[in-house]
């Protein structure tokens, strides 16, 4: 089992429509949870972070965390075009407390 | 504040031959993370440095080192280059440790012939 899951996509969502984003995580210790965004050939740069349960909403963004089902989710309200991009769920791992894991990455397509 | 920086932003090299990447983090920032991304493996993580010491060590050759400066300025080398080392190499800066927010620089692009 992989430490941070992702399906690989693509997520095709329609303009203006809200584009749903899954992750789990296998170490059930683990405190820090990030979403990285990644354009094609650039760095990751970070949508959110999120430390607690339940919901954390930044803008079109939402955060969703469920330590007990070890799953945490990015909706994206209102998907524009430049969302088109792939998606990185990170986790810093409890039992690795200096490293954070990500996953492989979900890439989501938004279609006028 | 300026961000992450690394330097060079592309390079190429032949099998056999080393390299090294520099990476300046965020004014402020002492943490140090690197990471190798390639198409077929995503982002694996390398190693991290904080006050000059490693912390944690991903699963990578001993090919692969790096170390830290008293400026919080890292360095990272690959010896004896292999093909399979092309990769997109980023540098991460955080505060104080890795759990919190990290910053990603624009990435050195390798690529090995």
């Known amino acids: 089992q992989k430490e941070v899951e992702q399906n690989s996509g693509p997520l095709s969502v329609p303009e203006g429509a809200i584009a749903s984003l899954n992750c789990t995580y296998s170490d059930r210790g683990s405190q820090s949870f990030f979403w990285y965004r990644q354009y094609s050939g650039k760095s990751p740069e970070l949508i959110m972070s999120i430390y607690s349960n339940g919901d954390k909403e930044d803008g079109r963004f939402t955060a969703q965390l469920n330590k007990a089902s070890q799953y945490v989710s990015l909706l994206i309200r209102d998907s524009q075009p430049s969302d088109s991009a792939t998606y990185l769920c990170?986790?810093?791992?409890?039992?690795?407390?200096?490293?954070?894991?990500f996953g492989s990455g979900t890439r989501l397509s938004i279609r006028p | 504040k300026a961000g992450v920086t690394q330097t060079p932003r592309y390079l190429i090299k032949t099998r056999g031959q080393q390299v090294t990447l520099s990476c300046s983090p965020i004014s402020g920032h002492r943490s140090v993370s690197w990471y190798q991304q390639t198409p077929g493996q995503g982002l694996q993580f390398l190693f991290e440095?904080?006050?000059?010491?490693?912390?944690n060590k991903g699963n990578f050759p001993g090919r692969f080192s790096g170390r830290q400066f008293s400026n919080s300025r890292s360095e990272m080398n690959v010896s004896t280059l292999e093909l399979g080392d092309s990769a997109l190499y980023l540098c991460?800066?955080?505060?104080?440790?890795?759990?919190?927010?990290?910053?990603f620089g624009p990435g050195t692009r390798l690529l090995v012939l």
């Open positions: 440095y904080f006050s000059e010491t490693q912390r």
């Open positions: 991460a800066s955080s505060p104080k440790r890795v759990g919190e927010t990290q910053y």
């Open positions: 990170a986790v810093n791992a409890y039992s690795s407390a200096s490293k954070i894991i």
